[in-house]
């Protein structure tokens, strides 16, 4: 549940509704949405208002009575309408890269700095800069440890990322796009774009149609963006094998076909 001081840090009444989707931790407040998240940084929330997309919308961030974005671990987004689509990933790709388009004239925020949530640490281990953890389930490091020996380096330039895309672009029958739930980073556009693939092939059966999509040599950013996802799933539940061999089955699917 939300806390009352939250509710009333944003003039919202208490009566939330939960929303699904997602982590199951987002919640509906008149024309709002509540999030906890663990990174109070305000630049997300200003980054996010200066978006000024043409084929597809942004959730804005709202401010408390504080006069910042954030109170008390919580974020304010404005209720966009739209649904979770499965498919459609041409259109996905294409907002994707106009997304990126608008994030690459952002200049890096000072003071920016990794998190420790599960999702960073594996951005941070897919580009080499922290070792994977000896502590999870023996068959697990195995299995990560040999998709990462695959790595080659690669040489393309960093920007403000969106790495969570495939899930977070709702679709309405008379509305643009809506593009929600700003995961950021700061790593190579393709990558990100590489992201949305994996998952349009690995969730939904994107199949030759995703693989197309991306320019022809680009095995070693999918590598990437596979390997993330298998991170995460290990860095989650690190013990949980069965869990992991259900949930990675379609990624190793795709490092099985690039690898060959």
């Not at 929303?19 to 931790?25: D, H, T, V």
Request: with cysteine.
């Amino acid at each position: 549940m939300i806390p009352p001081e939250v509710l009333d840090a944003f003039w919202l009444p208490h009566a939330a509704v939960p929303l699904s989707g997602g982590q199951g931790n987002s919640w509906r407040v008149w024309d709002f949405v509540l999030k906890p998240h663990e990174e109070s940084y305000e630049w997300i929330s200003l980054m996010v208002n200066q978006l000024k997309p043409t084929d597809f919308r942004v959730s804005y961030h709202h401010k408390s009575l504080s006069g910042s974005f954030t109170y008390r671990g919580w974020w304010c987004t404005h209720f966009e309408l739209g649904e979770e689509v499965i498919g459609r990933i041409a259109e996905k790709y294409h907002i994707a890269c106009e997304l990126h388009d608008l994030l690459g004239n952002i200049e890096k925020p000072d003071g920016w700095y990794p998190s420790e949530s599960p999702w960073s640490q594996a951005h941070q281990i897919v580009w080499w800069e922290r070792e994977l953890p000896s502590d999870i389930h023996p068959e697990i490091y195995a299995t990560v440890q040999g998709v990462i020996t695959l790595l080659k380096p690669l040489s393309l330039p960093n920007q403000i990322i969106h790495g969570d895309l495939c899930g977070n672009i709702l679709f309405h029958e008379t509305l643009p796009p809506v593009v929600i739930d700003f995961s950021l980073d700061y790593r190579p556009r393709e990558y990100a774009e590489a992201i949305l693939i994996a998952d349009s092939i690995a969730w939904e059966n994107g199949g030759e149609e995703a693989y197309n999509l991306f320019p022809p040599n680009s095995e070693q950013i999918l590598l990437r963006a596979c390997l993330f996802r298998l991170l995460t799933k290990a860095l989650l539940k690190t013990q949980d094998l069965e869990n992991f061999q259900v949930r990675s089955k379609g990624y190793r699917n795709i490092i099985q076909k690039i690898s060959d």
